[in-house]
């Protein structure tokens, strides 16, 4: 844990060869990581732009691009769960995600399919499967906790998503007969970004918006308890210079929760973060906030189902991008 009396854990929110080779390990030992998570936009970023990965695409050419594509990412995640082994066994988290084809969010079976097999084929018990918070994935999230699978539910906006995550893992739980680990992935700084600059226009103080709603599901899953699952603020890092770049960590740091973040704004984070408890707040306080934004005629509603449906089609456009050039 980054702060053991919080049980609060920092995740790096990268996945790239040269890194797990070098920094990686010193953010583990060091303590300042315990875990790392991956979606189709970072190995996007890593299988197109970096050089470590022309070698080994090299010698794949004779299988289809989704095969290269797992194969790649499959000997990344191997190796970062292979780095973050000691973490798991003594209970320091140690937890890496890989996620599913985005393209199966809205299919149930295809979903815990493509996960048993992933899980299986990566063989490393600190590999959690990541799973779209869809209608779908709801059904696939209680299959693949019920055989003992760790899920990352993500793409979480909204508070009715949280808690169909909260239940898939709860009714997994029971017909697993034990306790699986389980994060419900809550994306922060895009819904300030999509915001802000029309609250700005009305006099509406900015970048509260996603924590405000972030912190609101946080309780919500707090209250619900169920074991082994806890919340992880994902889509941390800022944009531009407007605040500081460990913001939507001090703004969010809670007891029992998970932040994952780019590796610069843990760094920031570490050096100047303020690691005070900050969550939880009251209803008040945060119904006090979106009472603003309704006043202000803005429908917060609207702007979640947005970021709910430009989430999903940028997973599917990152993942094309991927099966195209590899």
């Keep these: 844990m ?18 797990l080779d070098n920094e990686f390990t010193q953010l583990i030992d060091e303590g300042i990581i315990n875990g790392a998570t991956s ?3 970072i190995f996007k970023n890593a299988i197109l732009n970096s050089p470590a990965y022309k070698e080994q695409l090299s010698t794949l050419g004779h299988l289809e691009p ?3 594509y797992e194969a790649v990412a499959i000997y990344d995640i191997t190796k970062a769960a292979d780095i973050l082994e000691l973490s798991y066994q003594t209970g320091n988290d140690g937890y890496v995600s890989i996620e599913v084809d985005p393209f199966l969010s809205n299919d149930a079976q295809g979903t815990i399919e493509e996960g048993k097999r992933l899980f299986k084929t ?10 779209p918070a869809t209608n779908a994935g709801y059904i696939a999230m209680e299959e693949l906790t019920a055989v003992g699978i ?9 508070k009715e998503q949280a808690i169909a995550c909260a239940k898939a893992f709860q009714k997994g739980c029971i017909k697993n007969g034990g306790s699986v680990q389980t994060v419900i992935s809550i994306f922060v700084s895009r819904v300030d970004r999509a915001l802000d600059a029309l609250l700005v226009e009305k006099g509406i103080e900015a970048a509260l918006s996603g924590i405000y709603n972030s912190a609101d599901i946080y309780n919500t899953i707090q209250k619900m308890n169920v074991q082994g699952c806890r919340a992880l603020f994902a889509s941390t890092g800022v944009k531009g210079d407007s605040l500081p770049a460990h913001y939507y960590i001090d703004g969010l ?35 006090g906030h979106f009472k603003k934004l309704e006043n202000a005629g803005i429908n917060f509603e609207e702007v979640l189902d947005k970021q709910i449906a430009d989430g999903l089609v940028a997973f599917e456009e990152a993942f094309k991008d991927i099966l195209e050039h590899v």
Excluded at 2 to 19: G, M, N, P, Q, V
Excluded at 122 to 131: D, T
Excluded at 150 to 158: G, Q, R
Aim: glycine share 2%.
């Design 253 to 287: 740091l809670a007891y029992d929760s998970v932040n994952t973040a780019p590796v610069d704004t843990i760094k920031a984070f570490h050096k100047n973060g303020l690691k005070k408890q900050v969550l939880p707040l009251t209803e008040e306080t945060i119904k």
């Design 2 to 19: 980054y702060i053991e009396a919080l049980k609060f854990s920092l995740w790096a929110d990268f996945i790239e060869r040269d890194y």
């Design 66 to 68: 989704k095969q290269r």
């Design 39 to 41: 979606n189709p936009a």
């Design 122 to 131: 990566i063989r490393r018990a600190n590999v959690m499967i990541k799973v």
């Design 150 to 158: 760790p899920v990352n539910a993500t793409l979480i906006f909204k």
